[in-house]
C-alpha cells in the first residue's frame, strides 16, 4: 500500500513528506495505522548525521508512537484488527541468553539486531529500500512491525500520552523503578530536566522518595520540573541516596556521582558522545558507591508499559503536561526545530 511518511534523504535537511510503498505485514507482523509519534532526542541526532544505526538513507525516523492494528501476518495470534498498541522499542525474543535471564533490554535474537538496524525491507521510496528506526519508523500514516512489539492499550487510553510511554517515560521511570530501585523515603537529584528527566523526577515520586531535586541550565526546565514534584537547585545538594544524570555530559556525571552519600547510588541515564572520558575520583568508589547505566530504563515492555498506562490511567503519572504540542505530519520540521531549541518538552506527531 502507499502511504505518506517523513523521509531523511539528507543528513542536516529537513525531512520530506513523500508518499512511500509499504508491504503487507509478514509472518508474525502487524500493520499499525499510527496515531501519535513523539519527537525524541534520538531522532535528532540521526538527522544530524550522529546515529550509528542511521547510516544509509533514505530513512523514515519516529520510535514512540501509538496506533491501531489494521491488519495482521500469519501467525499473529495475540492481536487482531482494531486493537490499539503501544509499538514498543523492542519485542525481545524470549529465547536468546538475555532473555532467558529475565533482562529482555539485552536481547540478542536476530529479530532484534535486525530492528536495530533499521528493520526488515518492508518500504521503498521511489523503487529505494526504506529502513525504519529501530524497525519502527513512526513518522508515517502506517508502520509495519513485529507483533512482539506491540503491547495493547485500553481502547479509551489518549494515544499521543500512550506514545510517550515507549521511549521517554519508560527510559525516566524504568531508570528509577528497575535499575536504581529507589526506596520509599529517600533523597533523589535528577540532572537534566527534558523529556527523560522529567520522567525520573516522576518515577521518583511514583517510588515514593520524598526529597527531590532537579538542576539545569534552563530556568524554563526547572520550573517544568517544579511541576513535576522535584525542587529547583543551583548547586547540587550532597549526601543524597540516589543521583540520576540525564544529560550525557562526563563531567556532569562526575559531579552528580560525587553529590551521593557512601553507598549511594547514580544512574546515567543520558545517552553521552562516544569517545569521552569519565573521571571520577575511585576512592568515591571504595566508599560504596554504585554507578550503573541502563539502556532505556532495562525496560521489559510487556510489564512496564502496562503498568505505566494504569498509573496513567489512575491519575498517579502526568503524560498530558509533557505534551507541549501536537502537530500534524506536515509541520514536522517546524517542530523538530522546537525540539532542538529546547523550547518544547514533548512534540507529539499527530494523525486523524
Ligand atoms: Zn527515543
Ligand atoms: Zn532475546
Known amino acids: ?132 528506526f529501530i524497525g519502527i519508523g513512526s513518522f508515517a500514516e502506517h508502520a509495519v512491525v ?74 524554563q526546565k526547572l520550573k517544568l520540573a517544579e511541576r513535576f514534584g522535584a525542587t529547583p537547585v543551583q548547586e547540587f545538594p550532597q549526601n543524597v541516596d540516589y543521583a540520576f544524570d540525564a544529560t550525557g555530559v562526563p563531567g556532569v556525571l562526575a559531579k552528580a556521582f560525587a553529590a551521593t552519600r557512601p553507598g549511594g547510588t547514580t544512574v546515567m541515564v543520558g545517552s553521552p558522545p562516544r569517545g569521552q572520558n569519565l573521571e571520577i575520583d575511585p576512592s568515591l568508589l571504595f566508599a560504596s558507591r554504585r554507578l550503573m547505566g541502563t539502556q532505556g530504563g532495562d525496560a521489559a515492555p510487556l510489564r512496564d508499559l502496562p503498568m505505566l498506562a494504569a498509573q496513567y490511567m489512575a491519575g498517579r503519572l502526568d503524560l498530558d503536561g509533557l505534551i507541549t504540542e501536537r502537530v500534524p505530519l506536515e509541520d514536522i520540521n517546524a517542530a523538530v526545530e522546537r525540539v532542538r531549541q529546547g523550547s518544547v518538552a514533548r512534540s507529539v506527531i499527530v494523525f486523524d
Not at 531523511?8 to 510503498?21: D, G, N, Q
Not at 542511521?54 to 495482521?72: I, N
Not at 528497575?178 to 530536566?193: F, I, K, Y
Open 1 to 132: 500500500m502507499l502511504t505518506r511518511a517523513a523521509v531523511l534523504t539528507e543528513f542536516h535537511a529537513p525531512l520530506e513528506i513523500r508518499e512511500v510503498e509499504l508491504a503487507d505485514p509478514g509472518p508474525g507482523e502487524v500493520r499499525v495505522r499510527i496515531r501519535a509519534s513523539g519527537i525524541c532526542g534520538s531522532d535528532l541526532k540521526a538527522i544530524d548525521g550522529k546515529s550509528p544505526v542511521v547510516s544509509q538513507l533514505p530513512f523514515v525516523l519516529g520510535h514512540e508512537s501509538a496506533g491501531v492494528v489494521e491488519s495482521v501476518g500469519e501467525g499473529v495470534a495475540a492481536l487482531k484488527p482494531g486493537d490499539h498498541v503501544i509499538i514498543a522499542m523492542s519485542g525481545p525474543c524470549g529465547r536468546c541468553r538475555g532473555c532467558a535471564g529475565g533482562e529482555f533490554h539485552l536481547c540478542s535474537g536476530p529479530a532484534r539486531m535486525t530492528a536495530i538496524m533499521g528493520g526488515l525491507p518492508r518500504m521503498t521510496l521511489d523503487g529505494a529500500e526504506t529502513r525504519r
Open 146 to 219: 513485529s507483533e512482539r512489539m506491540c503491547v495493547k492499550i485500553a481502547k479509551d487510553a489518549p494515544f499521543a500520552a500512550m506514545a510517550l510511554l515507549a521511549c521517554g517515560v519508560v527510559t525516566g521511570v524504568g531508570a528509577v523503578l528497575n535499575v536504581a530501585r529507589v526506596q520509599p523515603g529517600s533523597s533523589v537529584l535528577v540532572v537534566g530536566c527534558g523529556g527523560v528527566g522529567l520522567n525520573v523526577i516522576q518515577g521518583a515520586v511514583l517510588a515514593g522518595a520524598t526529597t527531590i531535586y532537579a538542576a539545569d541550565i534552563a530556568e
